[in-house]
């Protein structure tokens, strides 16, 4: 089964040291679950300022610049891996270099029917 483990933190201030070790870190996990054949997918996001939210409201498509929530933690990026159970899945969460800073949502993904 695929679970999506989205990558939830605060905007950190970290040194150029700590961002170089952190971005070292990520490159290491990343190859550790390629080698294990957990990876299926996996990329960093453009910070929040960024987007857009998009609603739909009797009709009208409403959009916002920026993420809408009520939150300090943002989105930072994800991976998809193919794992046995959500147990293993957590397991692999708990490797990702930013569950040290944020929190990793592990969330099992229903595929659609293909088209």
Not at 62 to 78: C, K, M, S, V
């Amino acid at each position: 089964m695929q679970y999506l483990l989205l990558i939830h933190s605060e905007p950190t201030n970290l040194n150029a040291a700590e961002q170089s070790q952190m971005m070292a870190d990520y490159m290491t996990f990343t190859q550790n679950i390629i080698k294990s054949g957990n990876f299926k997918s996996g990329d960093r996001l453009d910070p929040s300022h960024t987007s857009a939210t998009v609603r739909v409201r009797d009709g009208k498509t409403l959009r916002t610049d920026g993420p809408f929530a009520e939150t300090r933690e943002q989105i930072g990026g994800y991976y998809i891996v193919e794992a046995a159970s959500l147990d293993e899945a957590a397991t692999l969460a708990a490797q990702i270099p930013g569950a040290r800073l944020g929190s990793i949502e592990v969330r099992p993904i229903t595929a659609m029917p293909p088209r």
